[in-house]
C-alpha cells in the first residue's frame, strides 16, 4: 500500500528495497522505479549509484529491523529522514553517525484523521488496491507460519466462523 500511495501522490523516484525477487517484481508492478535485493547488491552504492552519492531524501522503513535501521547512516541523505514503520528491531547508531550525517530517525504509527480520509479517497479512485488474503479462523496457525516464513503478500485477515 505505500508503494502505491508514494506512486499516487508523489513525483518522488521510488527505490524498493528487499532480499527476496518476488517482493521486489511486485514492487516494480505497483510503482517502484528501481529495486535492489540487498541480500545481492550493496545497498549504500545502489542508492549512491541513483542520487549522484547524495543518499535518498526520504527513507521509509516498514520492517523496522536492526539490519534496515543499520543502513540509515549509508543511505540516507544530510537533512534527509529515515521514517521506522515497521518495528521489531533497535537503532544502534552511535550520536556521532547522527551529527555527521545530519539526519534524523523518526517513527511513524498511524498517521493522522484526514491522512486516513485520503487513503479511503485514492482506494475509493482505484490508485491503491488492497491486497489481502482471507482464511478461516480454524487455519490461524497456518497463517501464523505463513507469516514467520514470509509466504503472505500483502493483509492476512483470519475471520470467524
Given at each position: ?22 517482493a521486489?517484481?511486485?514492487?516494480e508492478d505497483?510503482g517502484?522505479?528501481?529495486t ?11 542508492v ?5 552519492d ?8 516498514f520492517?523496522?529491523?536492526d ?11 544530510a537533512g534527509?529522514?529515515?521514517?521506522i514503520?515497521g518495528y521489531g528491531g533497535?537503532?544502534h ?5 547522527l ?11 498511524v498517521?493522522?484523521?484526514a491522512e ?8 475509493d479512485?482505484?490508485d ?11 487455519d490461524?496457525n497456518?497463517?501464523a507460519?505463513?507469516l ?9 485477515v483470519v475471520?470467524?466462523?
Amino acid at each position: 500500500m505505500g508503494l502505491q500511495c508514494l506512486e499516487a501522490m508523489t513525483a518522488a523516484d521510488i527505490l524498493a528495497v528487499d532480499v527476496k525477487d518476488e517482493a521486489l517484481e511486485l514492487a516494480e508492478d505497483l510503482g517502484a522505479r528501481h529495486t535492489v535485493n540487498s541480500a545481492e547488491e550493496d545497498l549504500a552504492d545502489a542508492v549512491a549509484d541513483l542520487t549522484d552519492d547524495e543518499g535518498a531524501q526520504q527513507v521509509l522503513d516498514f520492517v523496522g529491523a536492526d539490519e534496515t535501521t543499520g543502513a540509515a547512516p549509508d543511505i540516507v541523505a544530510a537533512g534527509g529522514d529515515h521514517h521506522i514503520v515497521g518495528y521489531g528491531g533497535h537503532i544502534h547508531e552511535p550520536c556521532q553517525a547522527l551529527v555527521d550525517g545530519e539526519f534524523s530517525f523518526k517513527g511513524t504509527l498511524v498517521g493522522r484523521y484526514a491522512e486516513l480520509q485520503e487513503l479511503v479517497a485514492l482506494v475509493d479512485r482505484g490508485d491503491v488496491e488492497l491486497r489481502t488474503e482471507r482464511y478461516d479462523l480454524a487455519d490461524i496457525n497456518t497463517v501464523a507460519e505463513r507469516l514467520e516464513h514470509n509466504e503472505i503478500e500483502g493483509r492476512a485477515v483470519v475471520t470467524p466462523p
